[in-house]
């Protein structure tokens, strides 16, 4: 697709979000992932429940396959850090192409290989995190490619300052195909600014979850994949307005609150059209603007992306934390 001669947005736009209150014909898409299936696989105790990530990464997605190893993209330059969870230790396995190539969301293959949201640079990616080598899949028209969620047939991109999706097209090998632009409507309000944010699936696998951070205070939609067709999930007042990543383990939604310290939990329903809140986890020793989550054993994995941070620089130290799950 051709790409967008729009003007990028600055890469520091979640500060646009403030900090409101949390509280208060359909494709089948495939109900479980990766890091689902690796909820059911222990872990030890004595694993680090911190760790350093290098100085001036600017961390933002995070995602975890089939063994215990964390991959985290960076905003500074598009590189991706591997974790052994086991041990903390690191090292990058994917060489940026510097800030005009950043990574923001990125999801993790059965076949290995990651898929990398441009952000910005409106490309979608894919990597082989054993090789090093990157590809661009596409430049779309859009301008924020922001996070991915990887489905049966399909990988599904949010684009934060269009209306719209982007599905790209996966073989029964995970090999990438072409890519479509599926737009939103319904339910769907694109807000001035930045409004789609982290996508998922619905337990039953029928639909789309994407963060909506404008329509009526912070909303979670459901999206028909076949159509575009959104429709206002009822949280039972619960609002989202700095929902980030989501993650979902069967029928729990965790929903990470960047700019609140702090991540709201929901039962969902089966077909997700309804849920409710029933936790809500802060850890304000250790929470430095969360971002996403990825699961391994009993634990939760977020990186800290210091959003606060005026004007970070290649000194600005990062890190990851691990919660338990709900």
């Avoid at 991959?71 to 510097?98: E, K, M, N, P």
């Avoid at 694109?190 to 979850?209: K, M, V, Y």
């Avoid at 609140?260 to 409710?276: C, E, H, P, S």
Wanted: net charge positive.
């Amino acid at each position: 697709m051709a790409s967008s001669n729009r003007p990028d947005r600055p890469l520091a736009r979640r500060s646009l979000l403030g900090a409101g209150a949390a509280l208060g014909g359909a494709a089948v898409i495939g109900s479980l992932g990766p890091a689902a299936q690796a909820a059911g696989t222990g872990e030890r105790p004595s694993w680090p429940r911190q760790f350093p990530l290098p100085n001036g990464w600017r961390p933002e997605g995070v995602t975890i396959g089939r063994t215990p190893h964390a991959y985290f993209g960076s905003i500074a330059h598009g590189s991706v850090y591997r974790v052994d969870l086991a041990t903390g230790r690191g090292r990058t396995v994917v060489q940026g192409q510097g800030a005009d190539h950043p990574v923001i969301g990125l999801k993790i293959l059965g076949s290995g290989d990651l898929l990398l949201c441009g952000g910005g640079s409106s490309e979608l990616r894919i990597a082989d995190p054993r090789t090093g080598e990157q590809r661009t899949l596409a430049t779309v028209d859009g301008v924020f490619v922001n996070d991915v969620i990887p489905t049966p047939g399909a990988a599904w991109f949010t684009d934060s300052y269009e209306p719209q999706l982007y599905r790209l097209a996966l073989d029964r090998h995970q090999r990438p195909g072409g890519v479509t632009t599926v737009p939103l409507t319904g339910d769907w309000v694109q807000g001035p600014e930045f409004t789609a944010n982290g996508i998922e699936r619905t337990p039953d696998g029928t639909a789309l979850l994407v963060v909506n951070s404008y329509a009526d205070g912070g909303t979670l939609m459901r999206v028909d994949p076949a159509s575009g067709r959104a429709k206002a999930v009822d949280l039972g007042g619960a609002k989202i307005p700095n929902g980030d990543g989501l993650l979902l383990l069967g029928r729990t939604l965790y929903c990470v609150q960047q700019q609140q310290n702090a991540i709201d939990v929901f039962a969902l329903n089966k077909a997700g059209t309804k849920g409710r809140s029933i936790a809500r986890i802060t850890d304000p020793a250790r929470f430095r603007i969360p971002t996403t989550a990825a699961a391994w054993g009993r634990r939760l994995y977020l990186p800290n992306a210091r959003f606060d941070v005026p004007d970070p620089g290649p000194d600005t130290t990062y890190d990851a934390v691990a919660v338990d799950q709900v």
